[in-house]
């Protein structure tokens, strides 16, 4: 398998995430081209793809870090860790995380977060494994749909 940063967003990237983000969420709109450039173009954001050489090299995995400075310092999200459901149990969602934290802590964050629906049990495991803790904390969310 090979973990890389997107530099640049061709129409196969594109159509990846085509494939991707309904695995994640089926709620979730695709990103077009444009989107997925502002992801990959921010200063805030690190895209990095997956590839699975069982399957002709194609993009099967993604993962975004965020990376951003605040008074208190460095601070790491890991959003939207998604690999194809063909390419899973080999790894890839776990080396597409340890490339996240590897860049957080060159970038000199003390910790990176990230969240999970607990029905993503294989998830779960693999972030507890690798280390994560699952946090006593109060997550809130403003919904503007909701709240016009």
Do not use: C, H
Request: charged share 25%.
């Amino acid at each position: 398998m090979e973990i890389y940063e997107a530099t640049e967003v061709t129409d196969e990237v594109v159509a990846a995430f085509q494939q991707l983000v309904p695995q994640l969420s089926t709620s979730a709109r695709i990103p077009n081209k444009d989107e997925i450039a502002e992801i990959v173009n921010s200063p805030a954001t690190i895209l990095y793809l997956a590839r699975d050489p069982d399957r002709e090299n194609q993009i099967v995995g993604s993962l975004t870090l965020v990376l951003f400075r605040i008074p208190t310092g460095v601070r790491a999200w890991i959003e939207d860790v998604i690999v194809d459901q063909a390419s899973r149990g080999k790894g890839i969602g776990e080396a597409l995380t340890l490339a996240a934290l590897d860049r957080s802590k060159k970038a000199g964050a003390k910790t990176v977060d990230l969240t999970s629906r607990p029905s993503r049990e294989a998830a779960n495991r693999l972030y507890q494994r690798i280390g994560f803790q699952q946090r006593e904390t109060n997550l809130y969310r403003y919904d503007f749909l909701k709240n016009k």
